[in-house]
């Protein structure tokens, strides 16, 4: 039988209000380093993505983990086809999430280390489980992505529709609403 770790409900309360309130400093970090690498505007909808995914994982700790788990999973795919778009190779997809998990460890180090020992290491696993999940779906994202464009394009890619950007502002929106739908469901 192995060890079972929970991390309280007060201490992934603390994790999430966190993320929460540095989340301009997390995603104005992310999104120039991520904008550094491939050569974007620091304004365009990267931007957007990536202030959603924190949004996204800014509740994944606290009372709505479970209705908002499956929209994490949506938008990780998303964002995986939008890298594809972006011209980006499998790792770099992999390294932007893995660059939100180094910005967490940086962000949240005083909060979680204030925690008891236990409650310390079972939430860091959660959140470390969290952004792994999120990595899984976003390649696979990018490779249904590829696979499309393989089979409908003959190696071009595919745009959603007229103005890729446009499209990518829409989705993102789509997924807002999404979250501030699941948001409002817990004040009822």
Not at 1 to 11: D, E, I, K, W, Y
Not at 91 to 102: K, N
Request: with cysteine.
């Amino acid at each position: 039988m192995g060890l079972t770790m929970q991390p309280s409900a007060p201490a992934l309360d603390a994790v999430g209000r966190a993320i929460t309130a540095r989340r301009d400093v997390l995603v104005a970090e992310w999104t120039k380093w991520v904008c550094q690498r491939v050569n974007c505007e620091a304004d365009s909808v990267v931007e957007l993505q990536l202030g959603l995914l924190v949004d996204i994982l800014g509740e994944m700790p606290g009372p709505l983990r479970r209705p908002v788990t499956e929209l994490w999973y949506r938008v990780c795919e998303s964002h995986g086809r939008e890298s594809a778009f972006r011209g980006l190779a499998a790792g770099e997809v992999v390294e932007e999430l893995q660059h939100l998990r180094e910005l967490l460890i940086r962000h949240l180090a005083e909060v979680t280390a204030a925690l008891p020992a236990r409650q310390y290491l079972a939430t860091i696993m959660r959140l470390n489980r969290f952004v792994d999940k999120g990595i899984s779906h976003a390649v696979v994202g990018y490779t249904d992505s590829l696979v499309e464009t393989l089979f409908n394009q003959s190696g071009v890619p595919i745009s959603a529709g007229n103005d890729p950007k446009t499209e990518s502002i829409k989705r993102v929106q789509i997924y807002q609403a999404e979250l501030q739908t699941i948001r409002d469901s817990l004040d009822r």
